[in-house]
C-alpha cells in the first residue's frame, strides 16, 4: 500500500506560478510510474503529466511547454512546477503512482486560477 499526500495548492492569477508536491509513503524508486492528473468541476479526471521508473516524460497537449514534472527518488517525492497558469488549469490535481495492476491516488489539492 503506498499513500500519497499532495501540497503546494492554492490559488494564482493567471500567468503566475505553483509547484506542486506529491510525497509518497514509501520508495518509488525505479519501481513506479507517477502521474499528475486534474478533475475541474462538472468535468472527467485527465491525466496531466506522467514520468516514468525510467524518467521518460509525457504531458498532455493542453500544459505542454508549460509545466514540467520531476521526481526525487531519495525524498520518495514527485514534482509538478506549473507556469504560465491559465484560468481553464482551475481543478484538483491529484498524485497517481501506478505499478503494474498497483494503481494508487492521492486526496487532491485545489489550484485556482483566478485575477
Known amino acids: 500500500q503506498v499513500q500519497l499526500v499532495e501540497s503546494g495548492g492554492g490559488s494564482v492569477q493567471p500567468g503566475g506560478s505553483l509547484r506542486l508536491s506529491c510525497a509518497a509513503s514509501?520508495?518509488?524508486?525505479?519501481?513506479?510510474?507517477m502521474g499528475w492528473y486534474r478533475q475541474a468541476p462538472g468535468k472527467q479526471r485527465e491525466l496531466v503529466a506522467a514520468i516514468s521508473s525510467s524518467d521518460s516524460t509525457n504531458y498532455a497537449v493542453f500544459v505542454k511547454g508549460r509545466f514540467t514534472i520531476s521526481r526525487d527518488n531519495a525524498k520518495n517525492t514527485v514534482y509538478l512546477q506549473m507556469d504560465s497558469l491559465k484560468s481553464e488549469d482551475t481543478a484538483v490535481y491529484y498524485c497517481?503512482?501506478?505499478?503494474?495492476?498497483?494503481?494508487?491516488w492521492g486526496k487532491g489539492t485545489l489550484v485556482t486560477v483566478s485575477s
Open positions: 514509501t520508495s518509488i524508486g525505479s519501481l513506479y510510474t
Open positions: 497517481n503512482a501506478l505499478r503494474g495492476l498497483m494503481n494508487y
